[in-house]
Antibody, heavy 116, light 111 residues
Framework: AVQLVESGGGLVQPKESLKISCAASGFTFSNAAMYWVRQAPGKGLEWVARIRTKPNNYATYYADSVKGRFTISRDDSKSMVYLQMDNLKTEDTAMYYC???????WGQGTLVTVSS | DIVMTQTPLSLSVAIGQSASISCKSSQSLKYSDGKTYLNWVFQSPGQSPKRLIYQVSKLDSGVPDRFSGTGSETDFTLKISRVEAEDLGVYYCCQGSYSWTFGGGTKLELK
């Protein structure tokens, strides 16, 4: 069965950095474009970042709200996808979900709280 | 960037009634491969999102046939016939043709 397990969330202060991870299993990870989607408390879903596969040169794409501050990466040998978040702002507070295959599968999320 | 507009914002229905949610995109979602990557995602309170429908009208595995999706180009509709208690929550349309964008969500509540 497909599993996506996020980890690494926590409480950080504004302008600090945090790296969250997603461990994938149950499918051929190296063939899958991977996404991060977030949901601020009481709000809707917002796509954050996407990373394509090796044949597509691991191309990355970002929402305007995080461009220049967040970096998505992947390690196909470990079936892991990461989101490095720098210069965090209070408005980045959200549950961060890992997903793939046009949203066919989602993890349980990891909560990132940015507060002084 | 493509903007996805959902209506209504909320919908009150009685169990057994039908419900319909509209989603409009700011430009055509028909991709160069001929497919239209318009999905419907459901989120019940406190749970992770779950995809129900992909490519406008294809039901994901295990999704009851009470759910149906229609539409093309820029106008799409999710219909739920015979609403059940487990259907209550928030529905999002989501386009995956050009990057990814979610609609604002429609909350389905019990009347």
């Amino acid at each position: 069965a497909v599993q996506l397990v996020e980890s690494g969330g926590g409480l950080v202060q504004p302008k600090e950095s945090l790296k969250i991870s997603c461990a994938a299993s149950g499918f051929t990870f190296s063939n899958a474009a991977m996404y991060w989607v977030r949901q601020a408390p009481g709000k809707g879903l917002e796509w954050v970042a996407r990373i394509r596969t090796k044949p597509n040169n691991y191309a990355t794409y970002y929402a305007d709200s995080v461009k220049g501050r967040f970096t998505i990466s992947r390690d196909d040998s470990k079936s892991m996808v990461y989101l490095q978040m720098d210069n965090l702002k209070t408005e980045d507070t959200a549950m961060y979900y890992c997903t793939y295959s046009q949203g066919a599968y989602w993890g349980q999320g990891t909560l990132v709280t940015v507060s002084s | 960037d493509i903007v996805m507009t959902q209506t209504p914002l909320s919908l009150s229905v009685a169990i057994g009634q039908s419900a319909s949610i509209s989603c409009k995109s700011s430009q055509s979602l028909k991709y160069s491969d001929g497919k239209t990557y318009l999905n419907w995602v459901f989120q019940s309170p406190g749970q992770s999102p779950k995809r129900l429908i992909y490519q406008v009208s294809k039901l994901d595995s295990g999704v009851p046939d009470r759910f149906s999706g229609t539409g093309s180009e820029t106008d799409f509709t999710l219909k739920i016939s015979r609403v059940e208690a487990e259907d209550l929550g928030v529905y999002y349309c989501c386009q995956g043709s050009y990057s990814w964008t979610f609609g604002g969500g429609t909350k389905l509540e019990l009347k």
